[in-house]
Antibody, heavy 117, light 109 residues
């Protein structure tokens, strides 16, 4: 069974940093592209970032470019999102998702990031 | 890029069919039909129900179907059931950038 389990969400002050993690199991992690998608409270979905199987190709949404960094460790079947210079508008549930970007076939349960002073 | 436009809400009675539209621009949808649709129940993670326009992942009911005409994609749910009450999101893909619609709340009367 495919499982994606996020962790690392927390309350962080504006301008601060936070690292999210996603532990994958039930499939060959190194064989799949991965993404982060977020959802602000009561709002819709917003794609955040994509990383290719090998980690050599990475894309970001304009809203996070230059502030967030996506990475992966295939040996640990783990996906990461390093968040820096966070803003109140980054407050959201962050979902780890599997897929090429034109679809996301598995989603984790999400981890809540709250940016507030 | 602006979000794709979906109706805020759609409702129907059990057994009926409903259609949710998803409108964008030619630049939103790109050359190929790479539209996907997701269902999200309250407090839960979204679930993929259609991809590449009209392909269903394993285990998804054939009551869900998709189509696209010009710059508008559509999701049709036939034989509406109580369990279909949820939020539905469309997504397009162009220039290596996924884009979501604002979401549609489906109410089963």
């Amino acid at each position: 069974e495919v499982q994606l389990v996020e962790s690392g969400g927390d309350l962080v002050q504006p301008g601060g940093s936070l690292r999210l993690s996603c532990a994958a199991s039930g499939f060959t992690f190194s064989g799949h592209e991965m993404n982060w998608v977020r959802q602000a409270p009561g709002k819709g979905l917003e794609w955040v970032s994509y990383i290719h199987n090998s980690g050599t190709t990475i894309y970001y949404a304009d809203s996070v470019k230059g502030r967030f960094t996506i990475s992966r460790d295939n040996a640990k079947s783990s996906l990461y999102l390093q968040m820096s210079s966070v803003r109140p508008e980054d407050t959201a549930i962050y979902y780890c998702t599997r897929g090429p970007g034109y679809y996301f076939d598995y989603w984790g349960q999400g981890t809540l990031v709250t940016v507030s002073s | 890029q602006s979000a794709l436009t979906q109706p805020t809400s759609v409702s129907g009675s059990p057994g009926q069919s409903i259609t949710i539209s998803c409108t964008g621009t030619s630049s939103n949808f790109g050359t190929y039909n790479l539209v996907s649709w997701y269902r999200q129940h309250p407090g839960k993670a979204p679930k993929l129900i259609l991809y590449a326009g009209n392909k269903r992942p394993s285990g998804v009911s054939d009551r869900f179907s998709g189509s696209k005409s010009g710059n508008t994609a559509s999701l049709t749910i036939s034989g509406l059931r109580a369990e279909d009450e949820a939020d539905y999101y469309c997504s397009s893909y162009a220039d290596s950038s996924p884009l979501f619609g604002g979401g549609t709340k489906v109410t089963v009367l």
